[in-house]
């Protein structure tokens, strides 16, 4: 179910003031009127049912009645070292790997990127990417957005980023790639508990880009004989890895 924002720590059985943006869209798309119930998260993470005691143009006042239950984060850290696409398909990955829910996002300017940012355009564009991380957590109960980075290039990005044992890079029609389903069925018995994987920005890899991939350790890896749209791999690869060694394949 989906939750609100409080800028602040909450008490159960206290009366509390909801102002500006979450306010507004409690009172504009939920159409609540006192009485009734919804659920709102802290600072702290901590998710509570509340009432709604009083509204008015611009605010609200609710009281915590209870808390409830976070969904846990998934055993798979998953990460996402992705070349900067177009900005609908950059949204579109930020919203769908984040209610897949992917540990870390890592943006960079490939040598085929439509654009590149500067180091001041990045900082902007990172609060509209985080608020849209946000927003997505919000809409499917995930508590906390992923840690979002941005690098000037691959080289940078791998120059930084910590040692992942199980790295990949999204490479079709490579000779020496991989397959995922050989990989758990040769290796069953053993947990991957780190991932990450490179994906391309609309134009593809530079050749220069995919050696940096491969002397820093990354393995091929083929999603099948189709040539899937940049959004379109990073969603299969997060809902792929998810199911393998996350908690999409767990079952109650």
């Known amino acids: 179910m989906s939750y609100f924002i409080f800028d602040g720590v909450l008490e159960c059985g206290r009366q509390y003031e909801l102002k500006g943006e979450e306010a507004g869209h409690i009172l504009k798309s939920r159409r609540l009127r006192v009485g009734d119930y919804f659920l709102i998260q802290d600072e702290q993470g901590r998710r509570f049912e509340v009432v709604l005691q009083n509204l008015s143009r611009n605010s609200l006042k609710f009281v915590p009645e209870k808390t409830v239950a976070v969904p846990p984060q998934s055993p798979l850290r998953l990460e996402i070292l992705q070349a900067l696409p177009k900005e609908k398909a950059l ?3 930020l919203q769908k790997t984040t209610e897949l829910g992917v540990h870390r996002l890592d943006f960079f300017g490939g040598i085929y990127s439509s654009k590149v940012f500067s180091t001041s355009q990045a900082e902007r564009q990172m609060v509209r990417w985080e608020r849209i991380a946000l927003e997505a957590c919000k809409q499917c109960g995930r508590q906390f957005h992923p840690e979002i980075y941005w690098h000037s290039n691959l080289e940078t990005a791998l120059s930084v980023l910590p040692e992942c044992p199980n790295s990949w890079v ?3 029609g490579s000779t020496d790639s991989v397959s995922w ?8 018995a ?5 991932q990450r994987v490179l994906i391309g920005p609309e134009g593809g890899f530079h050749l220069e880009e995919i050696d940096l ?4 350790g990354m393995c091929p890896v083929d999603l099948g004989p189709r040539i899937l749209r940049t959004e379109t791999a990073a969603v299969s690869a997060v809902a792929i890895l998810q199911f ?3 908690d999409l394949s767990q079952t109650k």
């Open 91 to 93: 949204d579109f990955i």
């Open 170 to 172: 999204l490479s079709p």
């Open 181 to 188: 389903k050989n990989c758990i069925l040769a290796d069953r």
């Open 190 to 194: 053993k947990p991957k508990e780190h």
């Open 213 to 216: 991939a491969l002397s820093s």
């Open 244 to 246: 393998l060694w996350g």
